[in-house]
């Protein structure tokens, strides 16, 4: 049975940091396009950053520069490393890894963790 469980997230004043970890269980991680998502009350969920089994990232733009994505497959780990944060970065934050294997994905999320930035 794949997991992916979150860990890391909490309360934090504006400007402060927090790393974000999932831990997964169940899959071959090493294969997995693992992402961070977010969800805001009232707004849709969006990509936060991305690392694709290659080692290729994305950043969505408005955490470019603050945000940092990492994986480890030797410990099936993916870390966000939050920097500078603002308020708007306040959000339930999700764990995420997807594969497409011909015309089948598997998609596994976590539970997610809250981050709340505010003084």
């Known amino acids: 049975q794949v997991q992916l469980v979150e860990s890391g997230g909490g309360l934090v004043q504006p400007g402060g940091s927090l790393r974000l970890s999932c831990a997964a269980s169940g899959v071959i991680f090493r294969v997995y396009t693992c992402g961070w998502y977010r969800q805001a009350p009232g707004k849709q969920r969006e990509l936060v950053a991305a690392?694709?089994?290659?080692?290729?990232?994305n950043y969505v733009d408005s955490v470019k520069g603050r945000f940092t994505i990492s994986r480890d497959n030797a410990k099936n780990l993916v870390a966000l490393q939050m920097n500078s944060l603002k308020p708007e970065d306040t959000a339930v934050y999700y764990c995420n890894a997807r594969r497409l294997v011909g015309k089948l994905e598997f998609d596994y999320w976590g539970q997610g963790t809250q981050v709340t930035v505010s003084s």
């Open positions: 690392v694709t089994s290659d080692g290729t990232i």
